[in-house]
């Protein structure tokens, strides 16, 4: 099990950026897969990003591809989001979470991530 802590949420105007930290503990080395998904008020939690941070191998989905980029630091226990040019549509929480032991796919499923930070805002608002 690994522990995520999310950072780095706020209120942005519409074409700022933001750059999110996820910070990964515990035993960390028994997962290969963290992923980025953000939950709009009243709507499910969908997929934003992914990266194996053994092959550095990512995924972003197709609604902010060209503006999010998904990272690691070098010491492989913080996983970053940079958001570019935010749009009003960005706002939600936005949450990591790691794929189990001998998960290796980037998948964009919620349901496959089995450890969750507790979430950080981000508002894009005028």
């Known amino acids: 099990q690994v522990h995520l802590v999310e950072s780095g949420g706020g209120t942005v105007q519409p074409g700022a950026s933001l750059r999110l930290s996820c910070a990964v503990s515990?035993?960390?080395?028994?997962?290969?897969?963290w992923g980025w998904f953000r939950q709009a008020p009243g709507k499910e939690r969908t997929f934003v990003g992914a990266i194996n941070w053994r092959t550095d191998d990512t995924l972003i989905a197709d609604s902010v591809k060209g503006r999010f980029i998904v990272s690691t630091d070098d010491a492989k226990n913080t996983m970053y989001l940079q958001m570019n040019n935010l749009e009003p549509g960005d706002t939600a929480v936005y949450h990591c979470g790691a794929r189990p032991y001998l998960r290796y796919t980037l998948s964009t499923q919620v349901e496959e991530y089995t450890d969750w930070g507790q979430g950080t805002q981000v508002t894009v608002a005028s």
């Open positions: 515990g035993r960390t080395t028994t997962t290969s897969v």
